[in-house]
């Protein structure tokens, strides 16, 4: 059974940092990409960064990839997306999700397993 828990949300200031933890199970670290998502209100899923645990690769957002760094512990089935310089509109739900992608790691019909996602608000 395959099954992601997201963590590290909550609520920061504007230039604020925080580090969102995906943890894995029944998932092959080492074979299958994983994802940050993110979706505000009244707005699209949106892909933030991506991780092959195969090699390591690394995607992101362009207009993220400053701020964020996303990385993986295969050893502790677990994915990291670090998020610096936090900004208003970074509020979002996150989502963590598995799979392989093929054509575009950005395009959410790519991944068959998501978590539950968790709850960032950057506001002062």
């Known amino acids: 059974q395959v099954q992601l828990v997201e963590s590290g949300g909550g609520l920061v200031q504007p230039g604020g940092s925080l580090r969102l933890s995906c943890v894995v199970s029944g998932v092959t670290l080492g074979y299958d990409d994983i994802v940050w998502f993110r979706q505000a209100p009244g707005k699209e899923r949106e892909g933030v960064s991506c991780?092959?645990?195969?090699?390591?690769?690394?995607y992101y957002k362009d207009s993220l990839k400053e701020r964020f760094t996303i990385s993986r512990d295969n050893g502790k089935n677990t994915v990291y997306l670090q998020m610096n310089n936090l900004k208003p509109e970074d509020t979002a739900i996150y989502y963590c999700?598995?799979?392989?992608?093929?054509?575009?790691?950005?395009?959410?019909?790519?991944?068959?397993?998501w978590g539950q996602g968790t709850q960032v608000t950057v506001s002062s």
């Open positions: 991780i092959s645990t195969r090699d390591g690769s690394t």
């Open positions: 999700a598995a799979g392989v992608w093929i054509k575009s790691w950005s395009d959410p019909r790519s991944y068959d397993h």
